[in-house]
């Protein structure tokens, strides 16, 4: 049974950085894409960033535009997203992801379904203005 649990949200102003983490357990998640999603209230689950199962591809989503960094590291079963710039409208909910399938790529994790997936019970990251 594969866990996936996320820590690292709180509340923040507007310009600050937060660092999220995610480390799984229940077994090893280094040949499967790792990403986030978040949802804000009112709307629908987004996709917000992956990265493949070698870590060589990532893939955010547009509206980002380079503020936010998704790194891995294999050896500790670990995603890390690196917020920076941080506005209102990034006040959600956010999961950690692992896709189910061997060898997927960031542009896999961007499109997965949610019973395609592992995933965290959440962590809440709200940004006042």
């Known amino acids: 049974q594969v866990q996936l649990v996320e820590s690292g949200g709180g509340l923040v102003q507007a310009g600050d950085s937060l660092r999220l983490s995610c480390v799984g357990s229940g077994r090893a998640l280094n040949m499967n894409a790792m990403g986030w999603f978040r949802q804000a209230p009112g709307k629908e689950r987004e996709f917000v960033a992956g990265?493949?199962?070698?870590?060589?591809?990532?893939k955010y989503i547009d509206s980002l535009k380079g503020r936010f960094t998704i790194s891995r590291n294999n050896i500790k079963n670990t995603v890390d997203l690196q917020m920076n710039s941080l506005k209102p409208d990034d006040t959600a909910v956010y999961y950690c992801a692992a896709d189910k399938d061997a060898f997927s790529t960031a542009q896999d994790m961007a499109l997965m379904e949610v019973a395609d997936g592992y995933w965290g019970q959440g962590t809440q990251v709200t940004v006042s203005s």
């Open positions: 990265i493949g199962w070698s870590g060589t591809s990532t």
